[in-house]
């Protein structure tokens, strides 16, 4: 009678915790739906407007080079076709980042305590803010600059010379520039991470401080990984990472401060 009972009881548990999984992968499915659908829209939206994207993305090289020098081509029939549908692509991923990032907070809210979701939502806003801040020095500093480098090898036609001019490809003038934005956006979040680390106890100042020398080589190694091969785009990427580097620290400091604030005051209470 008692076995029966006791397997009557595991059974209830296995039920009981079976609803809440099933709770939570229909609303897994729910947001994916959300963040899916965002995502189609703006592209659609992105590829009905490729061509002006495309140009604002060429801004840096006509900037340099002159509206009456610019000149880009493409050397097969679809090349301009596939070109639209990443411009739409990485137009949608950017556009439809906003609402995705909600999904994920949305679904990760519930299981957070108030506090919890009170120190998230800063990240929320830091995130696109830094990568925003990233894209801005690709477009006004690091394209700008590597432009007027390349076109710096350029030769006039003369008696005994041939010219020598710039003629970029549609595709790898849009693969350099995204790849550039990418990379910068990404090594931009250094102040989100370090500081989602410290409020997990995973690291402190202490340890940012003591291992600077090696993170200021890590930066410049993932610099030259995630850059074209030359020094200026690496340069250009490394030394704003690691002034964000130094800025961690001071962030993760007032988040020590703050925890320790909070446990002294859950001690006097």
Same mark, same amino acid.
């Given at each position: ?38 995502? /189609? ?5 992105? /590829? ?29 029939? &679809?090349?301009? /076709? ?37 120190? $998230? ?54 693969? &350099? ?38 993170? $200021?080589?890590?930066? $410049?190694?993932?610099?030259?990984? &995630? ?16 002034? &964000? ?25």
């Amino acid at each position: 009678m008692a076995d029966t009972v006791d397997g009557g009881r595991r059974d209830d548990e296995i039920e009981a915790s079976k609803a809440p999984l099933m709770e939570h992968l229909i609303e897994l499915r729910q947001r994916l739906i959300y963040s899916v659908a965002a995502f /189609f829209v703006m592209f659609l939206m992105c /590829f009905a407007v490729s061509k002006q994207i495309y140009n604002i993305l060429l801004w840096p090289f006509v900037n340099v080079v002159g509206p009456e020098n610019a000149k880009t081509i493409y050397t097969h029939l &679809l090349e301009k /076709f596939f070109v639209d549908i990443k411009v739409a692509m990485f137009g949608a991923a950017f556009l439809s980042f906003p609402v995705v990032a909600l999904q994920v907070y949305k679904f990760v809210a519930p299981g957070l305590y108030k506090n919890e979701r009170a120190a $998230f939502r800063p990240y929320l806003v830091a995130t696109p803010l830094l990568f925003l801040l990233g894209a801005a020095i690709v477009y006004f500093i690091a394209m700008p600059l590597l432009v007027r480098f390349s076109v710096g090898f350029e030769q006039v036609a003369d008696g005994s010379h041939a010219a020598i001019e710039l003629l970029p490809k549609v595709s790898e003038y849009l693969s &350099l520039i995204m790849t550039l934005i990418m990379g910068f956006g990404i090594c931009f979040q250094l102040p989100v991470v370090l500081t989602l680390l410290a409020r997990a106890g995973i690291i402190n100042s202490e340890i940012l401080i003591t291992g600077r020398r090696y993170a $200021f080589l890590g930066i $410049f190694a993932v610099a030259a990984v &995630l850059t074209p091969p030359d020094a200026i785009s690496m340069i250009i990427m490394a030394l704003p990472t690691c002034l &964000l580097y130094e800025a961690s620290i001071w962030t993760v400091k007032w988040v020590e401060k703050k925890k320790t604030a909070e446990a002294d005051e859950a001690d006097d209470d």
